[in-house]
């Protein structure tokens, strides 16, 4: 059974950082591109940030590049997303995620793309 745990969510004012960590479980971690996406209270869930399962490309969601990074770490089968320079509307719950196939070439950049969730993070970040 495919487990995902984020954390590493929570409070900050404009400007700060925060990193965010999802450890995964249940299926072979290297195989499996894996992303980030947020869901702002009446938003849709939004793509963040993806890394392919050899952790050799990424992708980012505009509003976040220069600012986000993504990274994994195959030893410990966990993903990371490093937040900097944090502005109000990155208010979110963070949600991580494991790609629906292995080995895609291809990183999926939407929740249809994606078989397993974690239970989210809040993220906070006052003005």
């Known amino acids: 059974q495919v487990q995902l745990v984020e954390s590493g969510g929570g409070l900050v004012q404009t400007g700060d950082s925060l990193r965010l960590s999802c450890a995964a479980s249940?299926?072979?971690?290297?195989?499996?591109?894996m992303g980030w996406f947020r869901q702002a209270p009446g938003k849709e869930r939004e793509f963040v940030a993806a890394?392919?399962?050899?952790?050799?490309?990424?992708n980012y969601a505009d509003s976040v590049k220069g600012r986000f990074t993504i990274s994994r770490d195959n030893a410990k089968n966990t993903v990371y997303l490093q937040m900097n320079s944090l502005k109000p509307e990155d208010t979110a719950v963070y949600y991580c995620?494991?790609?629906?196939?292995?080995?895609?070439?291809?990183?999926?950049?939407?929740?249809?793309?994606?078989?397993?969730w974690g239970q989210g993070t809040q993220v906070t970040v006052s003005s």
């Open positions: 995620a494991q790609d629906s196939l292995p080995q895609r070439i291809v990183i999926p950049t939407t929740p249809r793309g994606y078989m397993y």
């Open positions: 249940g299926r072979t971690f290297t195989w499996y591109n």
């Open positions: 890394i392919n399962w050899s952790g050799g490309g990424t």
